[in-house]
């Protein structure tokens, strides 16, 4: 859905606005509000906002109204594009500078004094610096959302986007880094080199298989966490919504099979985490069918897939293996799940049907035979989102000052999730909860917290954070 703003001068006659209202609506445009903007005796001006189902519709409403007579589109503006204008972050100091004595503190001499206490103790850097509290969101462009391959500048809004995500949900203060190159040594030493700024690393809109190595490499050079969201964070919601799914059809994840459309990033990272779970089988399924032991693969993460799922070393096209499975996790490509297919899975199937804006099959289509069904719309019951998932691990990682994410806080974070829906509220159409609902990073964070604590790989004391602030400056 577009919004849009024209402003548009006509004669001040009656029935002129009638006549541009009636063109608005059959090119598909309907009026949101009216401003006047001037009025003579003869001519008037107005604002007028709409909203147009979809982007390719605008051209065909322009040409609808200058076919009116004695009509004239002075300006129109999208609201999107408006609300980009400068860019949607900013920087804000968090003290006040009203003085001398206030600019002597906080910068010259005063900062002098910790700059120096950091540098013989870099662990002060935490109690003392932004860095406790900050994360890097580091893209090359060449995975960015469905768009594809649009490189460093394109990806500078969606990363903009993600930063204030951060922010709003988990109040993490977040920048984004948008490396121009997709050398992958080049974008790993660049991530090194600026990382003590950062508390952590958020890898995103990296394509697959480049992602996998670039977030394997800083994980092992750098001692913050570093997590490549499109994997992790989509694969956590999945298995906790998956979690719950099982729970209302009544069957066990060890007890399961699952069939999982799409060998990328989400779709590998996600296998990997239900196979961490004990999920009773998996079948990856690729473009050319499903991946199995023997066969030859030109990328290391599916021999690696076909060495450790697809227990019976099944064969065949999506729907040969589908038959019989307990539920299917797509994060492929529109319409490639049919009724029928479904038809053919075990009793009470669950469907996860993830491709975006698209999904595999409609909802429309598959409500009828599928128990439980989600997608990643937010127009349809059981969005599968991974905002649900990524502020709440990052906070219970800085918070913990973990040196990494671990698979231990990946399966916590999915278990808070799905135990976020209490037995009351569960329900085939409700598995998740909303990404509105505030508990869920709470929720989700100090689960994370607890479970790096347990692993060993926590920084933090038990004591308060004031009073770890205050023995780490003296």
Not at 250 to 255: A, I, N, V
């Amino acid at each position: 859905m577009v919004t849009m703003t024209l402003r548009i001068e006509m004669n001040a006659q009656p029935g002129a606005f009638a006549a541009l209202a009636a063109a608005m609506s059959d090119a598909g445009a309907s009026v949101q509000g009216v401003d006047m903007r001037s009025a003579s005796h003869s001519r008037v001006i107005r604002d007028i906002t709409v909203t147009i189902p979809s982007e390719h519709l605008v051209r065909e409403l322009q040409r609808s109204i200058r076919a009116l007579p004695d009509m004239r589109i002075v300006s129109f503006s999208d609201s999107t594009f408006l609300a980009h204008l400068g860019g949607k972050l900013s920087i804000e100091p968090k003290i006040p500078i009203k003085t001398r004595a206030d600019l002597a503190m906080l910068y010259t001499p005063g900062v002098a004094r910790v700059a120096m206490a950091i540098a013989a103790d870099p662990r002060k850097a935490h109690a003392l610096t932004m860095k406790r509290n900050c994360v890097a969101v580091v893209t090359d462009g060449s995975a960015v959302l469905g768009l594809g391959e649009i490189g460093a500048l394109g990806a500078i809004p969606v990363m903009e986007g993600k930063a204030m995500l951060f922010k709003r949900f988990a109040n993490i203060d977040a920048f984004p880094i948008c490396i121009d190159t997709m050398n992958v040594d080049e974008i790993v030493d660049t991530v090194v080199h600026i990382a003590p700024v950062f508390g952590g690393i958020n890898l995103e809109d990296i394509s697959a298989p480049r992602c996998f190595e670039i977030e394997e490499r800083l994980q092992g050079r750098l001692d913050i966490p570093v997590m490549h969201d499109d994997q992790h964070g989509t694969a956590v919601v999945v298995v906790a919504a998956l979690m719950n799914a099982s729970r209302v059809v009544g069957k066990k994840l060890s007890d399961m099979t699952i069939v999982v459309a799409g060998t990328g990033a989400a779709g590998t990272a996600t296998m990997k985490m239900l196979l961490h779970l004990g999920v009773g089988d998996i079948i990856p399924v690729d473009r050319n069918g499903a991946l199995r032991r023997g066969e030859r693969y030109d990328r290391s993460h599916w021999s690696w897939l076909a060495e450790h799922t697809n227990s019976r070393n099944r064969s065949g096209s999506l729907g040969d293996v589908l038959e019989g499975a307990d539920a299917f996790i797509g994060v492929s490509a529109p319409g490639t799940l049919t009724v029928d297919m479904i038809r053919c899975m075990a009793k009470d199937p669950i469907v996860f049907a993830l491709a975006n804006p698209t999904p595999e099959i409609m909802p429309e289509e598959a409500g009828d035979v599928a128990a439980v069904l989600a997608t990643g719309r937010s127009d349809y019951p059981n969005q599968i989102n991974n905002l649900l998932s990524f502020p709440g691990i990052f906070r219970g990682a800085l918070d913990a000052r973990a040196t990494r994410i671990s698979d231990a806080m990946k399966v916590a974070a999915a278990r808070a999730i799905a135990a976020s829906v209490s037995d009351r509220e569960l329900g085939p159409e409700y598995i998740v909860p909303s990404i509105f609902d505030h508990r869920v990073v709470e929720a989700v964070a100090s689960a994370v917290a607890v479970a790096a604590t347990s692993e060993g790989i926590a920084r933090r004391t038990p004591i308060s954070e004031q009073e770890e602030d205050a023995t780490s400056v003296v």
